[in-house]
């Protein structure tokens, strides 16, 4: 696997053309809950709509337990990632939040944005972690 720039941002999880095809089924399942019947389908049993699109197992784990920062991992694109926040009627920010980092409860995310956001320091590169 060729290694990109951006291989070394922390937390940085490009749909680049690696990510787009180990993510194929995850995002076309994604996208059709932009359909009521997707959608209703889903809430009925989503393990069974769900495999439907031939997600894999750790795909399916992340879709049920809403870790959206795992679906990215996993090859979602962020865009169709809301299709699921939206489906659970949540805001965006719940998304974000878990993403920056899942212990943050809803309003300390808020909180900590009000407030500048995530500090640079140490996001910049994976160097800086070590």
């Known amino acids: 696997m060729t290694a990109r720039d951006y291989d ?3 937390g940085t999880y490009v749909l680049d053309s690696r990510q787009y095809r180990r993510g194929y089924a995850l995002n076309m399942f994604l996208m059709s809950l932009n359909k009521a ?3 209703d389908e889903f809430a009925r049993d989503e393990k069974a709509y769900m495999s439907k699109f031939k997600v894999t197992d750790a795909q399916m784990d992340a879709v049920l337990s809403r870790d959206y920062l795992e679906l ?3 090859g979602a694109n962020v865009y169709y ?3 699921l926040v939206s489906h659970d009627k949540q805001p965006p920010q719940v998304m974000y939040g878990k993403m920056s980092n899942p212990e943050l409860s809803f309003d300390e995310f ?3 944005m009000m407030a500048g956001g995530r ?3 140490g996001n910049r590169s994976k160097k ?3």
Do not use: H, N, S, Y
């Open 37 to 39: 019947e997707g959608r």
């Open 72 to 74: 990215l991992k996993l």
């Open 8 to 10: 070394d941002v922390p």
């Open 110 to 112: 808020q909180a900590m």
């Open 119 to 121: 500090p640079i320091e």
């Open 128 to 130: 800086e972690q070590g």
């Open 81 to 83: 990632t809301f299709k």
